[in-house]
């Protein structure tokens, strides 16, 4: 079956936890979820995932951005520590302020093309000023997806 693109990468960000994960798999295993505006993106075996871009803007102007020779020139304002926690771990989770209840037993997965370079040492600090704030978003897990490890954001 052919999918749109969307749920193309869903499914790879998927693959991707599991991998990272060391979880052995079949990827025919991994299935999205058809129905379009549900807290369920993906599911995996008994498992439930939902899905979203971290750094949302720059992947979106990736995505946009033409390339010469293989190449993508993108020109991009320099980040502070908490321009990177904002783009990547707040906004994402901000965005997905809305199911409540209807997440439970489902894994919010933050799909990002790269690991941000001492984020795990600050996540400890988001963590503790956002704890409450993560509890109430319903889901039971809370991930940062990057090409070559998980980092656990909730609980």
């Known amino acids: ?14 693959l991707r936890f599991l991998r990272n ?7 025919n295993e991994i299935l999205p979820n058809e129905r379009e505006d549900d807290v369920v993106d993906v599911v995996y075996r008994n498992r ?18 033409p390339s010469r020779n293989g190449i ?6 320099g980040r502070s520590e908490q321009d990177i926690l904002r783009d990547f771990i707040f906004n ?11 997440a439970r037993g489902v ?9 941000p370079p001492w984020i795990e040492q600050k996540l400890e600090i988001f963590r503790k000023f956002e704890f409450e704030k993560l509890k109430t978003l319903g889901f039971d897990e809370i991930y940062l997806v990057c090409p070559n490890k998980n980092i656990e954001i909730y609980p």
Not at 72 to 77: E, L, V
Not at 92 to 102: A, E, H, I, N
């Open 1 to 14: 079956m052919t999918w749109p693109t969307k749920k193309l990468g869903e499914m790879e960000c998927v």
């Open 92 to 102: 994402p989770v901000k965005k997905k302020d809305k199911y409540g209840r209807t």
């Open 48 to 65: 439930k995932f939902q899905i979203v871009k971290a750094d949302f803007e720059f992947q979106k102007l990736l995505g946009i951005t």
């Open 107 to 115: 894994i919010l997965v933050l799909d990002s093309y790269r690991t």
């Open 72 to 77: 993508k020139i993108i020109s991009w304002r």
């Open 21 to 27: 994960c060391n979880i052995k798999f079949d990827k």
